[in-house]
């Protein structure tokens, strides 16, 4: 829950006039009389007041029942200190009145007492408090002050006939005189009362504009009056208001008219009372009728506050477009701040800024990622301003709004990003104490819930122990009576961690969710909050797919009749992310209960909106980001289609749903230009170039002297990617097959090798596939399709990473991480041995049926093959997966040639590029050992001298391979060549990259960025985790060093998928390039055989490849072991090569 500046809709302290008694306790009791007579005892204003109660209601007030009333409201608050010592004394009072009478029980009441015994330079600091917030921090310091705050505001209510009582209108010039010296948040009950008086002074029609100020004065004190019932205050306020435009007209007081416009306004928009739809659009109402008065060029300081006050209702506006009112919010912030400027109202910029913020967290249109960014940016100026020390009220509240905006961050690490949100929520907790501001503590609780429940780090399950208890403590303030919209929203996050919960009894825990849900609806209601009530009636419907109570097939109808409820709201128009989030749950219900049809149909609606949310965005981040979201909707449609048995959409929509921004690129890249006039072909270079630019700079360190803010540069982008993108669409008018969107079927299927196949898997919750199309092929039929029902993503999801029960990384991943951290002799030993266990288990549930497949299709020997992995497989050896033959292990790779690739775009690209003339004259850059402690590099880089010819080739060693060279010298070679360090970046994948000299990282950005590979044919990278891809946020992207040479140019790249064995390496790389160079074989053909080879050899056969090059490796292959052993048949040593492209 975010908070703004401006109304201010908090100012109410706990002490003997502030406490509301709840009504929904009257249900309790049989005589509404009685409980309606206790309440208006209890909530007089002054004594006097309570004593004409007990007066005017002594049949019902003085009887045991009235007591009773009393014995149960304390059961009720027997945890509340403050509300227990108010009710025993009320019903101490009434024991009194019964028992001596009723005037000798309140003698003591209404005669004035002493202000208790408190040291004099306290008094002072009382009396010199000019704020609310300066009042509530010094209660919190020194309770003891509460009995003399009470004691000051008992007599500044005197009863009817006292001497504050006012009839003689000679007196009218004090009273006004007094009440111009009442400011402060305690005084507004003595200025109601002093307004009250004054009016009956006043004649309307004698004095008009006295009247009218009155009336206007009386609506401002009851607005900020801290005793009473706020929502009567309010309903008060607004009749007076009214009142006071009877007079104040905009012909005869314009200013005052205004003026009073705005203050009834604000009133508007704090209503409790009433429809809040309506409330907020009387509220810009209101507004808007004072900036007709209120100019920026009459009264350009009202014209600001009345532009924020106007924000703040469209921010909070339920009727219209959503994304419009925030939109017009942002709009009307920005011109309050021409006015606001730091240096004129530094108190107000900083409000506007933070009020600012919180409409970008909001808003709907552009970039989610980018838009988080403007928030965080905003509230970070506002803190420039709004220290602790100056306004620690403002300051908590903009440390709980800036945490909101770390808990939803999209950039960065998102554990950390998390870990930030609650540091900051807990800042804000030092200033928003319960005692001093309890309604801004509970909002912080119930965002430290949100954060526990979201948390990753830390153990899951006590995560969610802590947010049940943040969200239990903020309900503590956040009752339905007093705060109905944050008890709702409040029972909807309690709702959420009982869904997720570990602990205890899961079906109990998923009917606690749906309890709270349904009490969360009892307040956000479709007509009230549809946001919101879309919002829990798609978690609703989450809680009731999951039961485990009850009917299964109840269950699952209420399920889908809540998401339909929710997809009401959620339209593609107004609220695109959202509908995705439902339809993705829905179908992802139907697909369980195979219910594909249905679940196709929910599955292309989520696609759909996904692809709206994602031509909003436009920084890569971002456009990754929205990518993830529709993660895995392609691969789950596309077995839809398989299972009504429509093939061929099938192969089209699990092609759709790869490397899309990888496609985007290059698409772009690669356009051809050809087909358009010079000047339209101008155009385009230039609109790519700036895109370009933006994105290279966008993707430097932001300490990089010279780079622009992300905010400067998001916005930027924004506008040339707009540009771009009305260009292309331009262009496609004229020219319909420039930049196509993607492959048809007839072009996926030319890209089938000859005599091969291309092999396609998916993997899904409810079962897997593996499309198989052989070369030749005109259509794709049912009898290419192999289904594996019992390999389910958990078991692909097990073998990665281990058990989903156990604690901590398992699996592939957990024992590789061992490995790479360790280095032990024994870590060593369990990486070798999972890696021919997994291999052989990837056979068995994956790979066995794709060969029996081929074999059915009577594929030769060494056919090409193209596997085309989806997902998570993009980092498993599946050439690899082996089989026991005959007593032998014999590997996929022994029978086929395998290539990969992301994709059947990029996989044509690729097959342009090779056929591009300048790619075809051999000419050579390698780059070797430039770390200088890699003792096989220098061996592959002599292998390698041999091949070229001394005018086509160049060698960067040692130092010399330092970052700014290597990006000069790549450009205008077909072979490049890298034997260093590499690694991948597991929390940033752009990070990854290649160690050059001085230990500088070539990165993946930099790949993408500064690279110019246009006649690159090979891209080989002898370094560890070089072919390793992102899984974590953007698994179907298969980003990675391999898509970022592609993408700089290059047609094919070799790489890794561990890291990998330095002379085991060499020895492969040497084999690879004397097959492809010497024997004219492709690169797929020649990495076979060099895997083959190197599997198979000697101890013996590798000395002598030494020989004549390594005199010390020959020693150590030939004379330090069995001649006849073959060191390397462990698929460690050869499988972690794979070459993607042609």
């Known amino acids: 829950m975010e908070n703004r500046v401006g109304v201010s809709t908090w100012q109410r302290l706990l002490y003997k006039y502030s406490w509301e008694i709840h009504m929904s306790d009257q249900n309790h009791f049989d005589e509404e009389r009685i409980i309606n007579a206790v309440l208006s005892f209890i909530n007089a204003k002054t004594w006097a007041d309570s004593k004409a109660i007990v007066q005017a209601h002594q049949d019902d007030l003085l009887t045991s029942a009235a007591i009773q009333v009393f014995e149960s409201l304390l059961i009720r608050y027997k945890d509340d200190e403050k509300a227990r010592r108010l009710l025993e004394d009320h019903r101490s009072l009434l024991r009194r009145c019964q028992s001596e009478g009723i005037d000798a029980a309140f003698t003591d009441r209404l005669q004035a007492r002493p202000i208790p015994d408190i040291p004099p330079e306290l008094l002072d600091r009382l009396r010199s408090v000019q704020t609310d917030a300066e009042l509530r921090e010094l209660i919190r310091e020194h309770p003891e002050l509460l009995p003399v705050i009470e004691q000051i505001a008992t007599q500044s209510q005197a009863p009817q006939g006292s001497s504050t009582d006012v009839s003689d209108p000679d007196e009218l010039p004090a009273l006004l005189q007094e009440l111009q010296g009442l400011n402060r948040l305690s005084d507004m009950p003595r200025r109601v009362e002093l307004c009250q008086i004054a009016l009956g002074l006043v004649n309307q029609s004698a004095q008009p504009e006295l009247w009218g100020g009155l009336q206007v004065e009386l609506g401002n004190s009851l607005a900020q009056n801290p005793l009473g019932h706020r929502a009567e205050n309010i309903d008060l306020a607004i009749e007076h208001y009214n009142q006071a435009l009877e007079v104040y007209t905009r012909e005869a007081f314009p200013e005052k008219w205004a003026g009073t416009q705005n203050n009834l306004a604000n009133a508007y928009s704090d209503r409790i009372r009433g429809e809040r739809a309506e409330n907020i659009d009387l509220a810009i109402k209101h507004y808007n009728q004072a900036l007709e008065v209120y100019t920026r060029e009459a009264f350009p300081e009202n014209w600001a506050m009345t532009r924020n006050n106007l924000a703040n209702a469209y921010s909070n506006r339920i009727r219209g477009e959503r994304a419009e009112n925030i939109d017009l919010a942002i709009e009307h912030y920005n011109q309050a701040l021409e006015v606001y400027t730091r240096e004129a109202f530094p108190e107000k910029w900083a409000g506007t800024q933070n009020n600012l913020a919180v409409a970008y967290s909001r808003c709907i249109r552009g970039e989610q990622a980018e838009n988080i960014e403007l928030a965080i940016d905003h509230y970070n100026q506002a803190l420039e301003v709004m220290t602790r020390e100056a306004f620690p009220e403002d300051w908590g509240m903009t440390q709980n709004n800036l945490a909101i905006a770390y808990r939803n961050r999209i950039r960065g690490e998102r554990a950390e990003n998390i870990d930030l949100a609650i540091e900051h929520y807990n800042q804000a907790l030092k200033a928003h104490t319960r005692e001093a501001f309890p309604e801004q503590w509970a909002g912080t609780q119930n965002n430290l819930a949100i954060a526990y429940r979201n948390r990753i780090r830390g153990e899951r399950a006590e995560n969610i122990e802590l947010a049940i208890d943040h969200c239990n403590q903020a309900l503590e303030v956040y009752t339905r009576e007093a705060f109905p ?52 009636q798609n978690n609703l419907a989450n809680a009731y797919s999951d039961r485990i109570r009850g009917e299964r097939a109840e269950n699952i109808d209420l399920a889908i009749d809540h998401y339909n409820q929710a997809l009401e709201v959620r339209t593609l128009e107004r609220f695109p992310a959202d509908r995705r989030q439902t339809l993705r749950n829905l179908g992802d219900l139907r697909f369980a209960e195979q219910r594909w049809e249905d679940a196709l149909a929910d599955y292309d609606g989520a696609i759909e909106a996904g692809n709206a949310v994602l031509a909003e965005a436009h920084t890569e981040v971002g456009r990754r980001a929205e990518v993830w979201e529709t993660s895995g909707l392609y691969a789950r449609s596309a077995y839809c289609l398989l299972k009504l048995e429509q093939i061929n959409e099938a192969v089209i929509r699990l092609e759709d ?39 290279d700079e966008m993707r430097l360190s932001s300490d990089v002297p010279g780079r622009r803010s992300d905010v400067e540069l998001g916005d930027l982008l924004r506008r040339k990617r707009a540009c771009l993108n009305e260009l292309v669409d331009t262009l496609r008018v004229e020219h319909p097959d420039f930049m196509p969107g993607g492959l048809d079927l007839p072009e996926i299927l030319s890209l089938v090798p000859e005599g091969g196949a291309l092999v396609a898997p998916l993997v899904t919750s409810m079962g897997s596939a593996v499309i198989v199309i052989p070369y030749g092929a005109g259509s794709v039929e049912s009898d290419h399709v192999v289904l594996l029902d019992s390999f389910i993503e958990d078991d692909l999801l097990k073998l990665l990473r281990g058990p989903a029960d156990e604690t901590g990384l398992g699996g592939w991943m957990g024992v590789y991480f061992a490995f790479c951290n360790e280095m032990t002799e024994a870590a060593t030993k369990q990486w070798l041995e999972l890696i021919e266990e997994f291999t052989g288990e990837l056979w068995t549930m994956l790979m066995g049926p794709v060969h029996q497949k081929l ?36 590997a996929f790779i022994d029978d086929y040639t395998v290539t990969y690739a992301p994709s059947a775009y990029s996989l044509s690209i690729s097959k342009g590029r090779m056929q591009d003339p300048s790619r075809q004259k051999p000419s050579l850059l390698t780059v070797i050992n430039p770390t200088e402690n890699l003792d096989y590099a220098p061996v592959e880089g002599k292998a390698m001298e041999s091949l070229f010819d001394p005018a086509d080739r160049e060698t960067l060693s040692g130092r010399k391979a330092t970052k700014d060279v290597v990006v000069e010298k790549v450009h205008g070679r077909t072979y490049l060549h890298f034997s260093c360090h590499g690694f991948y970046n597991w929390q940033d994948v752009m990070g990854s990259g290649l160690v050059l000299a001085n230990h500088d990282i070539l990165t993946l950005s930099e790949i993408i960025s500064s690279l110019k590979l246009d006649i690159a044919r090979l891209v080989t990278l002898s370094a560890c985790e070089t072919g390793m891809t992102d899984i974590k946020q953007s698994p179907d992207e298969f980003i990675g060093l391999p898509t970022g040479f ?42 076979r055989s060099a895997q083959l080879w190197l599997r198979g050899a000697t101890r013996k056969e590798l000395g002598e490849t030494y020989k004549s090059i390594d005199h010390e490796a020959y020693r150590e292959f030939v004379i330090n072991g069995d001649p006849s052993d073959k060191p390397y048949t462990n698929p460690y040593y050869w499988a972690a090569f794979t070459f993607t492209g042609v």
């Not at 008890?487 to 919960?501: E, F």
């Not at 074999?855 to 090409?864: F, G, H, I, S, V």
Request: proline fraction near 4%.
């Open 485 to 536: 919209e944050d008890w709702g929203m409040t029972q909807n996050n309690l709702a959420n961690a009982y869904s997720d919960r570990i602990r205890g009894k899961r079906a109990e825990n998923i009917d606690l969710a749906i309890t709270h849900y349904n009490q969360a609806l009892e307040v956000r209601t479709r007509e009230a909050f549809p946001e919101d009530w879309a919002m829990t």
């Open 657 to 695: 749903g790869k490397t899309r921004l990888l496609t985007e690129a290059l698409a772009l890249a690669d356009a051809d230009l050809d087909m358009l006039s010079v000047t339209q072909r101008q155009e385009m270079l230039e609109a790519r170039e700036a895109v370009h630019l933006l994105e």
């Open 855 to 890: 074999q059915d299709l009577n594929l030769t020997e060494a056919a090409p093959v193209i596997l085309m992995p989806q997902g998570y497989m993009g980092l498993l050896p599946m050439h690899a997966a082996w089989r026991d033959l005959d007593g032998e292990r014999r």
């Open 1046 to 1087: 592609l993408q700089a140019g290059a047609a094919g790249v070799i790489s890794t998928l561990w890291a990998v064995n330095d002379a085991a390496t060499s020895l492969l790389i040497k084999h690879f390039y004397r097959e492809h160079l010497e024997k004219g074989l492709p690169p797929d053909q020649a990495l």
